[in-house]
């Protein structure tokens, strides 16, 4: 109805929208594509119709990647790029995907906001990507599944060959929770379980459900190494084709949905354990975990591939302090 309403009043008035275009690869069903569909409608409405937002959802217009290119010419305006494609650009990027440096996604928030880490990394996007980050939402945390084994140690983790995304920090990540990091496409998975080419894998729990490895796999361990994390951005070109009043309407609803979809991601994380503990999935609780002995043999892994060779040394020292403030 209010749709309706809006669209009426630039009828009467004579005025043409301003169309702007939003591409995902996310289902339109899942926290994402809700809270980005919610996204376009806050901008309709809090412009009074003035601005009018096209979705495509589930990879319509391409990959992450595909997408995340077109944005930064502005034949896209919005974008859900990942920080690992950031990353790209901004090398000390690669530290948000980092094993055991955040404790909630307040760290996070708090990192992306720090004038001397975050909002630098974002300048820098926007000089060499020409991509403003508006802000980020949560994604999950990252627990292991196992099928036959479960651990609560680094030591007992040994010799478990887990599958690692195919880049370099999810490869120092599992080596260092103990597993034998083994790199393999996402749709590859399943069958790798089903036939012990892999023992494990580790991804939030929206992600095993999916995917349904409940049914080749017994323990979900919920080390929570990672806390994911997803950035939400502009084309700069179509954020100066903006006036500010409406740079302040993008802003605004970009803040709420950021919001939106963090709890939404949450409430359905929550739901998604008790749902693969039905489907016959044991649960290793975080507390029941030797979780500083995970922490330090992280930190020390992933320091030793990245630091003052992907990022400036000393970097994690700075994040990690950003986090305890």
């Not at 708090?110 to 820098?124: A, F, I, M, S, V």
Request: contains cysteine.
């Amino acid at each position: 109805m209010v749709w309706v309403a809006l669209m009426a009043h630039l009828a009467v008035s004579g005025a043409e929208p301003k169309i702007m275009r939003l591409a995902h690869v996310f289902q339109p069903d899942s926290p994402s594509g809700i809270g980005l569909q919610a996204f376009a409608d806050k901008v309709a409405q809090y412009s009074q119709g003035r601005m009018e937002m096209k979705v495509f959802p589930a990879g319509q217009l391409g990959s992450a990647r595909n997408i995340y290119i077109s944005s930064k010419t502005g034949a896209i305006d919005f974008c859900v790029p990942t920080f690992p494609i950031l990353a790209d650009t901004v090398p000390e990027m690669t530290i948000m995907t980092s094993g055991y440096l955040f404790d909630d996604f307040g760290d996070i928030k708090r990192l992306l906001d720090d004038p001397r880490l975050g909002q630098k990394w974002n300048r820098e996007i926007i000089e060499k990507s020409h991509l403003r980050i508006l802000g980020a939402y949560y994604y999950g945390k990252r627990v292991v599944t196992t099928g036959n084994r479960p651990f609560k140690s680094p030591l007992e983790a040994k010799g478990l060959k887990i599958r690692a995304v195919p880049n370099p920090m999810s490869l120092a990540v599992i080596k260092g929770l103990g597993g034998n990091p083994t790199p393999m496409a996402l749709k590859e998975i399943f069958i790798g379980l089903s036939q012990g080419v892999i023992d494990g894998q580790e991804n939030p729990y929206p992600t095993i459900w999916a995917n349904k490895w409940y049914e080749v796999q017994k323990y979900a361990i919920e080390t929570n190494h990672q806390f994911n994390a997803v950035p939400f951005a502009i084309s700069e070109r179509s954020w100066e084709n903006l006036n500010g009043e409406e740079q302040r309407i993008v802003q605004r609803a970009t803040d709420e949905t950021m919001e939106l979809i963090t709890t939404l991601t949450q409430e359905f994380e929550a739901e998604i354990a008790q749902r693969l503990q039905a489907k016959g999935m044991t649960i290793v609780p975080h507390h029941e975990l030797a979780i500083e002995e995970f922490q330090k043999a992280v930190r020390d892994s992933v320091k030793t591939r990245f630091d003052g060779k992907v990022w400036p040394a000393g970097l994690m020292e700075e994040v990690l302090a950003v986090g305890r403030n």
